[in-house]
């Protein structure tokens, strides 16, 4: 959020931003209709996403299927996110929403991931490893408590 304030005014949000919260209030609005489908909201945003942003999501999204099934699939402010019981657990933001070098891959109930006084809400991500795969899958279930 841009709070930067210039000669005592509020610059307000931004365009992206904007457009985020737009996406969520359709979001909050299509859920309440019965017939919604979530994962297929989720496929299209993907596939709207520049190559990069879309390879990185396409294969996270086959891993958190594949890997935890008992996540769902949905959109979360115009982005592919995965909840439990409702609530979004973990999320994938494109480098593009926002004009930033990187993708970000987050989570939300990130208490269940502390560790000590200070530990990692989010990862930003060029491209994924075997590695950052592994330790990403491992992250998404603990968060979620199935861990």
Sequence with gaps: MNTQQTGGTYEGF??????????????LKKGKKSKADPEAD?????????DDDRALAER???????????????TWYGQPAYAKDGKVICFFQAA???GTEYATFGFNEAQRLDNGTMWPTAFGI?????????LLIS?????SGLS
């Excluded at 931004?14 to 979001?27: G, L, Q, T, V, Y």
């Excluded at 996270?60 to 949905?74: A, F, N, Y």
């Design 126 to 134: 060029t491209r994924l490893t075997p590695e950052d795969e592994k």
């Design 14 to 27: 931004d365009e992206a931003e904007r457009a985020a919260m737009k996406e969520r209030a359709k979001e």
């Design 60 to 74: 996270l999204h086959e891993l958190i299927s594949t890997e935890v099934p008992e996540l769902t699939p949905r």
């Design 139 to 143: 992250l998404v279930k603990k968060a």
């Design 96 to 98: 593009a929403k926002f």
């Design 42 to 50: 989720l496929l299209e945003k993907i596939a709207e996403m520049p």
